[in-house]
């Protein structure tokens, strides 16, 4: 697109007005060189609405139809006008950034337009606010009762903590309501909706102060839209603390779609409520699962813990309980009860003698080795204590000590010096009664 077709210097009057009559037939820019006001406003005035009709403008430089959508609204584009395909246009220009370039452009190539472009210091604003609200530098603040980019629609406010009902009547499409969120800032928005039909009205939530009508808003990006499906819909967002001041109107509409009702009945509840509540609710909720959880695992953990030391104590207990089994003159045993070598239940002697020389993978019961506390000789036993054989087994050779009992010689031997390196006195006793004995009888 040729926007260098057709320029128009645009030559002031002495009071900065100028104004004439131009068709859209081609795109036509024009140059503001001499203003020295503080602003430059723009206003046109379509003779039928069209929204393909386009109105830009930059300083020092022609505008540039690829940089449209970094242009700011209300000064470079009136981005907002076009989307609601309204018969007029509006910038508020800086008067005093150098020359100013003005382009106009449409698709309708058999449309007109009447341009007006004046200069002034005092601030003006689109339509001069419809009369429904305060002209400011930013632009207009509406009325609590009407809404739009220059307040050109009525609305119903929805206080926050209210509830409002409405009725559509007959030929009604749409209605408009706005909340004020400055109130707001930092708590959770939540409106509900509830209807007597079933998906006949369609909820739309503005981004921008662009009204768009229920068949614009389809894969639109400047709205967002909600349907009300069996009677009722929830709506909940969170107001944040760095809105602008600008946003913190917030415009909404509720359209009637299709419905055998002719008059649906809306009701609209509006509340709020702290962010910090809804943490609450969630920390307790998670408090409560740790109270649960917390104990549950340390009570498993310490089962274990428990299980654990039973076991290694039950095996502790076998393996010494073998470690006896397989050496009768261990140092538990030994240091036992000295006064009675019978103070354990159970006991088991073993040597190197012959038999195991014999048989030596042969496995005992252990009732063979276990003897009763007798008297105090073993004559009538006549066995050799130690080794529990007969004193005449294989001819053995036998020695009787100083107080009476009897026993092989070579059992007798290995006993005392079992007992001599493990004694600090080097001493022995009798095996039998435990008096001690004269060595110098045994070897």
Known sequence: MNF???QIL????????????????????????????????????????????????????????NLISQYKQGEKIDRISQLENRGTRFLKLKGKLGTIYITTTADNIYNQYQITITGNNEDQCDNECNYGGVCKSDGCFCQSSFIG???????????????????????????????????????????????????????????TKALLGPEDSLNSNYTYLFYITDGSSTIQTYVPQTL????????????KQYSIYETPHLSIKCNYFSESNDDDDSTDYSNKLLYIIIPTVFGSILCFIIIGCLLRRKRTYTSQAAQVAQDPFSQQTRNGNAQDPFSQQNRMVAFHNPIQQQYPQQKFPVS????????????D??????????????????????????????????????????????????PYCRQPMNLNEIF
């Not at 602008?244 to 359209?255: D, G, N």
Request: one cysteine or more.
């Open 4 to 6: 260098a077709k057709s």
């Open 10 to 65: 645009v030559d002031f009057s002495e009071n900065d007005y100028w104004t004439t009559l131009f068709n859209t037939s081609s795109p036509i820019t024009f140059k503001v060189t001499s203003l020295k006001e503080e602003y430059c406003y723009v206003k046109i005035e379509l003779f039928s609405k069209d929204p393909t009709f386009l109105l830009m403008a930059d300083y020092k430089i022609r505008p540039n139809i």
């Open 149 to 207: 980019n220059d307040c050109h629609q009525s609305a119903v406010e929805l206080p926050s903590g209210s509830e409002r009902d409405v009725d559509f009547l007959v030929d009604e499409t749409i209605k408009f309501f706005s909340i004020d969120l400055s109130y707001l800032i930092g708590q959770k928005l939540k409106l509900e909706f509830e209807t007597d039909c079933d998906d006949c009205l369609t909820i739309i939530i503005y981004k």
């Open 244 to 255: 602008a001041a600008s946003q913190q109107i917030l415009y909404l509409a509720v359209s």
């Open 368 to 379: 063979q080795f276990l003897w009763q506390k007798d008297d105090n000789n073993n004559d």
């Open 381 to 430: 036993n006549d066995k050799c204590i130690i080794c529990l054989m007969s004193l005449n087994h294989y001819n053995n050779q036998t020695i009787k000590i100083r107080c009476g009992h009897v026993f092989h010689r070579n059992c007798i031997v290995e006993w005392c010096q079992k007992q001599i390196s493990s004694k600090k006195d080097h001493q022995s006793d009798c």
